[in-house]
């Protein structure tokens, strides 16, 4: 009886030994992955402009070579979901927004996004048009499969268009619209966008 105790202890503990062993070689894989994968992303954070203006190939007559930021090359990568990423690259600067390109990083190939867009020639008029090139101050939302871009009508931000797209597949599609028309005089705080009223794209030209 005590023979077969210790053998059935002696076995348990070789499972555990070999169960160990097991986790410590799964952790040992994990951490050389996330070691390549930063490796990876620390390698393009030190690219510099012209670097990334060869990868991503875009129009120097809409996106200047030199960059707006004098700390960086204006570029910045989102994490968008697994091996997904959004690359930002900022053309321009004004005083309170600017202007900026989009591509999809989707498993190493990358997809520049186009976007559907509003010019407001006149108060209560907008002009439908497609660009690559967008103006305003956008936010990437990761965790909606999202795109917001704030576009400002003047520095108070009380009057503008806010648009949120989702990124479908390897598309930038519309879904929300919301635009607000300048008043003669500025309002005394920020009002939120979320408050402006809602706009059809499909009724506006």
Known sequence: MEMALMSGVRENKCRLRRFLAIILCYGVMA??????????INAETQLTRAQWHAR?????SDCPLASPDE???GVVMHGFGADTRIIEVQCERWAYQGSYLFYLDKDGAITQL???????PDAGRLERYHSALVTGLPSVIADEQALDVFRKYRGIGDC????????EAHAAVLKQLRVRDCEALPADKPIDTQEWPLKNPDEEK
């Open 71 to 73: 700390a960086g090359p």
């Open 114 to 120: 186009s976007f559907e867009q509003f010019e407001a």
């Open 160 to 167: 503008g268009q806010f648009l949120r797209y989702r990124i």
């Open 56 to 60: 991503l190939n875009w129009d120097v």
């Open 31 to 40: 951490c050389a992955i996330r070691q390549s994968e930063n490796a990876g």
